[in-house]
């Protein structure tokens, strides 16, 4: 008889093959207020980051290494998001085909994956408790599969 691994056990694993991280940003737009542009934190940006073993091969940005990794960083991604229609949205932005070098001791190349959570309507409006809360549950639920603050 098979064992049926739960999904959060699969990611799991994914966690650990790429040893995957997460940071998070303000994101801000310039907006025109009373004839001034003013910069305007309107949501934020999760970003999730996974390596990729590259061997003895140089670092080639886009090849297939990072296209797997990026397939499996949307995976988490998709099981974070919150499956409920808010007044926030969450925008996981196309693969940039591209190593993102990590600011650490050694050198580190990831792949990335952003998710922007902004509103649903009014996308100049500052961050409001919805889109706090919408990340809170986002943050929790990377905890809960392992996943750590880079």
């Not at 960083?73 to 925008?91: G, K, M, N």
């Not at 591209?98 to 649903?120: K, M, N």
């Not at 009014?122 to 809360?133: A, L, M, Q």
Request: glycine share 4%.
């Amino acid at each position: 008889m098979t064992e049926t691994r739960t999904e959060a056990e699969q990611l799991r694993e994914i966690i650990a093959l790429h040893d995957i991280r997460y940071e998070v940003r303000s994101h801000e737009d310039v907006v025109k207020i009373e004839d001034e542009a003013e910069r305007v934190k309107n949501g934020f940006d999760l970003e999730l980051y996974g390596t990729h073993d590259h061997g003895h091969s140089s670092l080639t940005p886009g090849c297939e290494r990072c296209t797997a990794t990026y397939s499996d960083l949307r995976r988490i991604a998709e099981w974070i998001l919150p499956q409920e229609e808010r007044p926030s949205v969450y925008d996981i932005e196309a693969f940039d085909h591209s190593l993102h070098s990590a600011r650490s001791p050694r050198p580190r190349f990831e792949v990335e994956l952003r998710i922007r959570i902004h509103h649903r309507h009014g996308w100049d409006r500052p961050i409001d408790e919805c889109e706090k809360r919408c990340l809170g549950e986002m943050e929790s639920r990377l905890r809960e599969i392992g996943v750590r603050r880079r």
